[in-house]
């Protein structure tokens, strides 16, 4: 049986350790991941960091939500949100999830072999149904990231790397070396 948004965002803070997803009216429980899946995501997250504004941009790793009103909330592996978003949520919103509706810089899932499939068949679509800036997979055992970058008409190009320095097209300046990342 499906439940209502109001009932999920209620869930998912009365159960913070739960990892709490949502699609489509039913309830997705986010499992642990592995050191090596954990391992990237918060290293990324970190550079990610070290070189953004804190003035411009706030990282979240396996917290916050990317939410499609009606649809879903996701709560992805990496996320960058523009920090007067999240100024607007603390202040506007100070007891509630933290949840971002509009469209991101930059979202990162990490594959692993538990979610890997929902990922790549649901969360990463969501994400540009979004009209996210830019949407990376990383799949650490085949040393890959794969890039969907936003166009000007509302599509996405798809690119694959297997190495090199990966420059997120929303946030100037930032490079990640992905040979670094994934050695």
């Given at each position: 049986m499906p439940i209502s948004e109001q009932t999920y965002e209620r869930v998912a803070l009365e159960?913070?350790?739960?990892?709490?997803?949502?699609?489509?009216?039913?309830?997705?429980?986010k499992p642990g991941m592995t050191t090596r899946h954990n391992r990237i995501g918060w290293r990324l997250?970190?550079?990610?960091?070290?070189?953004?504004?804190?003035?411009?941009?706030?990282?979240?790793?396996?917290?916050g939500r990317a939410r499609r009103p009606g649809v879903s909330f996701s709560v992805p592996d990496v996320m960058v949100i523009p920090t007067p978003a999240v100024e607007r949520m603390e202040q506007d919103h100070p007891n509630r999830l933290e949840v971002y509706v509009d469209p991101l810089p930059l979202i990162v899932e990490v594959w692993s072999a538990?979610?890997?499939?929902?990922?790549?068949?649901?969360?990463?679509?969501e994400y540009r149904r979004r009209g996210d800036a830019e949407t990376w997979f990383?799949?650490?055992?085949?040393?890959?990231?794969?890039?969907?970058?936003?166009?000007?008409?509302?599509?996405?190009?798809?690119?694959?790397?297997?190495g090199g320095a990966m420059e997120p097209v929303a946030l100037a300046g930032v490079r990640i070396d992905l040979d670094a990342l994934l050695a």
């Open positions: 159960d913070p350790e739960g990892k709490w997803e949502y699609y489509c009216g039913q309830l997705r429980s997250g970190f550079w990610l960091q070290q070189q953004l504004d804190l003035e411009q941009f706030e990282v979240r790793v396996d917290a538990s979610t890997g499939g929902y990922d790549v068949t649901t969360k990463l679509e990383i799949h650490p055992r085949d040393r890959t990231l794969t890039a969907w970058r936003r166009q000007p008409d509302g599509s996405y190009t798809e690119s694959v790397h297997t």
